[in-house]
Structures are given as C-alpha cells and as structure tokens.
C-alpha cells in the first residue's frame, strides 16, 4: 500500500511585469556641488542630483560631470528600486495565494482519499462516496452536494 499527498495550486502567470509610470509631479530634483576628489569642477558646479520619489519615499543620488548623465542615471536607478519594490510585493501576494490554496500539505489538509483497490473515492469536505472508476472519467458531481 502507497499513500502520500499531492498538493495544486492554481495561480495567475505574473512574470510579465507592467512598466512602472514615472510621473514628474512625484520626482523632487535637488541639485548640488559634488564632493570628494575632482578638483574644480566638481566642487563649482552643481552636476549631482537628487531625486526623491515622493509616493514611495525612495532617494536616489547620482554624481557625473554632466547634468544629463547624472539625472539619466539617477532614473535609472530609482526605476530598479521601484520594479524590485512591487516584485517582492507581488511576490508576498502570490506567496499568500499559494498558502491558501495548498495549505501546509499534511494529511490532515486532505480534501479526497482515493483507494483505487476498493474502486472508492471519499471526498472528505461533503461526506460523499462515488466509484473511483466514474469519477477517473470526470464525473466529480458525485462527489458534490
């Protein structure tokens, strides 16, 4: 005699992640003068940017000799901050979904017993018994009040 436990779960495909919308109104730009070793020109000139989303609370800072390349890759970087920040939430939901579905996987999680030897399927969740031969077949409304 066999027994063990399978467990399903029926979840959405959500490996296409939608692009994240960058509003301007939710960016707060600072500019400043960089600091460190560079001589002049870092010290002079206000080429480092800060950039602050306001919705999240995420800060971004990046330090280049062009305005330009410092707010391009200050983007950049608050892009990935942002899409790792819904990844790992959508990651929890699906996580919460799966657990819901699956349950801890133990016998006492059981839905059906299927004993293929008595040709008998007990669905533990309405008390009702059908041949195992006829629900195999899909006649699950057997097993259904």
């Known amino acids: 005699m066999h027994s063990s436990t399978v467990t399903v779960s029926v979840l959405p495909d959500t490996r296409r992640g939608a692009p994240i919308p960058l509003k301007e109104g939710d960016l707060q730009l600072e500019w400043y003068s960089g ?6 020109h870092r010290n002079k000139h206000q080429n480092s940017v800060r950039l602050r989303h306001l919705p999240s609370g995420l800060v971004v800072t990046a330090q280049c000799r062009k305005r330009e390349e410092s ?3 200050a983007r950049e970087a608050l892009l990935d901050r942002l899409r790792d920040l819904s990844e790992g939430e959508a990651r929890g939901r699906e996580n919460r979904a799966r657990s819901d579905q699956v349950g801890t996987g133990m016998r006492a999680d059981k839905r059906r017993t299927y004993r293929f030897r008595d040709d008998r399927v007990q669905d533990h969740l309405t008390g009702r018994s059908a041949a195992c031969s006829a629900v195999m077949r ?3 409304d057997l097993l259904w009040a």
Request: glycine content about 34%; proline content about 0%; hydrophobic content about 25%.
């Open 35 to 40: 600091s460190g070793a560079g001589g002049q």
């Open 71 to 73: 707010l391009r890759q």
């Open 138 to 140: 899909g006649r699950f």
